[in-house]
């Protein structure tokens, strides 16, 4: 018997929360709906580059993001994309629940991501790829399969549901149960209408994870 799975492609940076809440609203549509997620890295250091107008805080942040980002590609290389989701939920779990985002130096994510591939049984050499070139290429790869599928003038999460791609959606809590599964289905729905482009508003709110 075959079934029609809804694909989605989830293209997330870790430093950021409003992506962790919306991946962990997807993870919770995994319990009840028939959708096949494929993660895939991008990069808020990569979107920054070169925009000098941003505060000297904020582009710290952006120089210390690099590291988590290119140690997800080099996992996703050497290791392969099934992998990204235990260390995403490890590393953000993390990061986010437990309060040790926002980091400002280059090195300020060496312990979170020393311990969260530890933690998942993956080989504690793809730290090497932290503070090193190497897998840039592909991370840039990666970024552009977003943008390219959703245009430039976004952030992250970028979230494709079958073939339309969207920045978003931006929550400030994480749906539950069934109620994910709604809000889901009406994404579905917006995705599958050609014409259909953006809904937004002000955020009066920050992000809580419980």
């Given at each position: 018997?075959?079934?029609?799975?809804?694909?989605?492609?989830?293209?997330?940076?870790?430093?950021?929360?409003?992506?962790?809440?919306?991946?962990?609203?997807?993870?919770e549509?995994?319990?009840?709906?028939?959708?096949?997620?494929?993660w895939?890295?991008?990069?808020?250091?990569?979107?920054?580059?070169?925009?000098?107008?941003?505060?000297?805080?904020?582009?710290?942040?952006?120089?210390?993001?690099?590291?988590?980002?290119?140690?997800?590609?080099?996992?996703?290389?050497?290791d392969?994309?099934?992998?990204?989701?235990?260390l995403?939920?490890?590393?953000?779990?993390?990061?986010?629940?437990?309060?040790?985002?926002g980091?400002?130096?280059?090195?300020?994510?060496?312990?979170?991501?020393?311990?969260?591939?530890a933690?998942?049984?993956?080989?504690a050499?793809?730290?090497?790829?932290?503070?090193?070139?190497?897998?840039?290429?592909?991370?840039?790869?990666?970024?552009?399969?977003?943008?390219?599928?959703?245009?430039?003038?976004?952030?992250?999460?970028?979230?494709?549901?079958?073939?339309?791609?969207?920045?978003?959606?931006?929550?400030?809590?994480?749906?539950?149960?069934?109620?994910?599964?709604?809000?889901?289905?009406?994404?579905?729905?917006?995705?599958?209408?050609?014409?259909?482009?953006?809904?937004?508003?002000?955020?009066?709110?920050?992000?809580?994870?419980?």
């Amino acid at each position: 018997m075959t079934t029609n799975r809804e694909s989605v492609t989830f293209w997330f940076d870790v430093s950021c929360p409003f992506c962790w809440i919306t991946s962990r609203w997807i993870k919770e549509v995994e319990q009840v709906r028939d959708i096949e997620v494929k993660w895939q890295p991008m990069s808020l250091s990569v979107l920054n580059e070169g925009r000098d107008e941003l505060p000297e805080d904020y582009k710290q942040k952006m120089t210390a993001n690099w590291a988590p980002a290119r140690v997800f590609t080099a996992v996703a290389v050497e290791d392969g994309e099934d992998k990204l989701d235990a260390l995403y939920t490890e590393m953000g779990t993390r990061i986010h629940d437990g309060g040790q985002g926002g980091k400002d130096t280059p090195e300020g994510y060496d312990e979170i991501i020393r311990e969260s591939l530890a933690a998942v049984g993956l080989p504690a050499e793809r730290f090497d790829a932290a503070h090193a070139e190497t897998y840039d290429a592909k991370l840039r790869e990666y970024h552009s399969g977003a943008m390219d599928s959703v245009g430039n003038e976004v952030g992250t999460p970028v979230v494709k549901l079958g073939d339309t791609a969207f920045f978003g959606p931006v929550l400030t809590r994480i749906p539950r149960g069934e109620e994910a599964g709604r809000i889901f289905d009406g994404a579905v729905a917006l995705a599958g209408y050609p014409h259909f482009f953006e809904l937004k508003r002000s955020r009066t709110e920050n992000p809580e994870f419980d």
